[in-house]
């Protein structure tokens, strides 16, 4: 069953662990706004979020956000959403028109081109040590090995090569401008799935691993963090 902590806002945040809803949770921390918090726990068999986030979509994932009556689905969709409503003097709003067209190019980059290559990798990962007949391991392994390494694997590569030369042009430990933007809510998620599955280290990519290192340092980040801790639930990504 799911469990809620109460605020007097009218912002509810439905949060699933293991999922793309913690940096929602995160923006939300940096805002500074009231919210509540409404967490969701997965199936341990199929992996699938409890029947009652279908309540609030009907596809029943997560993140979703509600405001009032309104109900916001998709991560990019809900950073926009929450920057442009709840931002104000925020240091986290986009300062020229320049910056604001980077933060959305980020916004569908994120879910459009590196999510889905983190993704194979980790459905990879799993079907390589998910429960299985002794005699079929060596043939799965054989089998995604290959498929990793001609397809997903060197499209990570690209992508955070790609990445990591944007952090050196940019040259202010943020993807857009001179301080935290939605491109860098929408990228930690994906960025933390390279790091243990797309090769992400301190040698191979240093302003990403860095990057990653200051996000993770934030306080707000901590504040989420430790939010979903005294419910019970580990903010801890597990693809």
């Known amino acids: 069953m799911a469990t809620?902590?109460?605020?007097?806002?009218?912002?509810v945040l439905h949060w699933l662990?293991?999922?793309?809803?913690?940096?929602?949770?995160?923006?939300?921390?940096?805002?500074?706004?009231?919210?509540?918090?409404?967490?969701y726990r997965r199936n341990p068999k199929t992996f699938r979020a409890e029947?009652?986030?279908?309540?609030?979509?009907?596809?029943?994932k997560s993140p979703?956000?509600?405001d009032g009556d309104k109900v916001i689905a998709e991560s990019a969709l809900i950073i926009e959403y929450l920057i442009n409503k709840y931002g104000g003097n925020s240091s986290i709003v986009p300062k020229t028109m320049e910056d604001k067209e980077s933060v959305k190019y980020y916004l569908h980059y994120a879910e459009a081109s590196l999510q889905p290559v983190m993704l194979l990798l980790s459905v990879s990962n799993y079907v390589r040590h998910g429960p299985l007949p002794v005699f079929m391991r060596p043939v799965v392994k054989r089998v995604t090995d290959a498929m990793d390494n001609a397809f997903a694997g060197p499209d990570a590569k690209k992508q955070l090569e790609y990445l990591e030369g944007r952090l050196k042009l940019n040259g202010t430990g943020y993807f857009v401008g001179d301080r935290l933007t939605g491109a860098d809510i929408i990228l930690i998620f994906p960025l933390q799935i390279a790091k243990s599955r797309a090769g992400l280290t301190r040698e191979t990519y240093p302003?990403?691993?860095k990057w990653l290192e200051d996000m993770l340092g934030r306080d707000a980040y901590f504040r989420a963090d430790k939010k979903?801790?005294?419910?019970?639930?580990?903010?801890?990504?597990k693809l």
Do not use: C, D, F
């Open 228 to 237: 979903v801790a005294e419910m019970g639930v580990s903010s801890r990504i």
């Open 17 to 39: 662990e293991n999922s793309r809803s913690h940096r929602i949770l995160w923006l939300l921390e940096e805002l500074e706004i009231p919210y509540s918090l409404k967490i």
């Open 207 to 209: 302003l990403l691993w």
């Open 51 to 60: 029947p009652g986030l279908s309540q609030i979509h009907p596809l029943g």
């Open 64 to 66: 979703v956000l509600t």
């Open 4 to 11: 809620t902590t109460s605020s007097s806002g009218p912002v």
